[in-house]
């Protein structure tokens, strides 16, 4: 088995690829959605670690709502959304299977920060600043999951 931590961008791109341009932070929204509920797994099985995980699944929550907040609903672009979510989260979840929870932790801090190069990027084409300052709030976020998690599998050691 590979050392390497799994590119979820790569991972997910054919899920991503068919959705709509505009469409893309919605379905990114819902992504972080499955990300909490991850958290909230890994809370029940580290309870000493259970309050900073419940954090994190908190602000993978606050990070879908205020991008849903954000980027305003395409009605034809919803079935699309549809279409791709279960087969995304899918492969999200299984790129944890048969692997110990600190390893899980240790690509969960990956995919953190691949999650604040996407919001950085939207940030970038975003055409106004308070979107830009919105998007770049939503990327701090995902660092500071990310940054935790760090914590987390050194304490696990």
């Known amino acids: 088995m590979s050392d390497a931590i799994p590119n979820l961008g790569e991972l997910l791109a054919p899920y991503i690829s068919a959705i709509p341009a505009a469409a893309v932070p919605r379905f ?3 992504l972080e959605r499955g990300a909490a509920d991850r958290y909230r797994y890994w809370a029940s099985v580290l309870p000493a670690h259970a309050p900073g995980l419940l954090e994190c699944a908190a ?4 990070i879908a709502r205020r991008a849903d907040a954000l980027f305003a609903v395409i009605a034809e672009d919803l079935p699309a959304i549809e279409a791709a979510l279960p087969q995304a989260r899918s492969t999200y979840f299984q790129i944890f299977d048969g692997l110990e929870v600190p390893r899980q932790l240790q690509i969960q801090a ?3 920060r691949e999650g604040n190069a996407a919001w950085l990027g939207l940030a970038d084409g975003a055409g106004d600043t308070a ?6 709030a939503l990327a701090a976020l995902e660092i500071d999951n ?3 998690l760090d914590q987390v599998v050194e304490a696990l050691g």
């Open 146 to 148: 990310a940054e935790y």
């Open 131 to 136: 979107a830009k300052a919105e998007l770049g």
């Open 110 to 112: 990956s995919a953190e």
């Open 28 to 30: 990114l929204a819902r």
């Open 59 to 62: 602000r993978e929550d606050e």
